[in-house]
Structures are given as structure tokens and as C-alpha cells.
């Protein structure tokens, strides 16, 4: 209310609903506690800062990739042998 600029996204009833407060946040922290897993959990990340909600949400992203220990497939022989052939038939067309 102080920054009008920012004005079209207060709604009077936000001031009415404040009144249950504690009972909105009872509710959602039940929900977070029953359905958060190992693996597929929930982050509470707060977003009053832009850059410091982006760097964690950065930093969870990182450290999620980093624990599915991904790898190049590995070829077979033959595979292999197949790809240095295709190479030699792409170069031998220069």
C-alpha cells in the first residue's frame, strides 16, 4: 500500500483473510511434512530477494544433476567400428 505502483496486486479481502494465518500456514506445512519424499521432495524457498531465490534454486538444481551420476553411454566394439566407418565415409565426400 505504501508503493503505489504496486498497488493492483492488494486485494481488501487480503486483510480479511489475514486473520487465519496460522491456520493457512498449519495447512500447508501439513501438506509439505505428508507429501515431501526422498524422492520427490519440496523446498521452501524464500522469495522476497530475486537473486538469492534464484541462487537456491540454482544450488538444488546443481546438487540434484550431480546425485543422478550421469554418464556418456558407453559403445560396443561394434558400434564403434560402425562410427569410425561413418567418419570415413563422411571425410572420404570432402
Known sequence: MNRPEKNWKFSVNDAKERRFWDDYMS???DMF???S???APWYVI????KW???LV?????????KELNLKYPT????QHQGL???KEILESHK
Open 37 to 39: 519424499t526422498k524422492y
Open 52 to 54: 538469492f531465490t534464484r
Open 75 to 78: 559403445l560396443s566394439k561394434e
Open 46 to 49: 524464500p522469495a522476497n530477494r
Open 57 to 65: 534454486v540454482a544450488g538444488i538444481i546443481y546438487t540434484q544433476l
Open 84 to 86: 569410425l566407418n561413418a
Open 27 to 29: 495447512v500447508y506445512e
Open 33 to 35: 511434512n505428508h507429501t
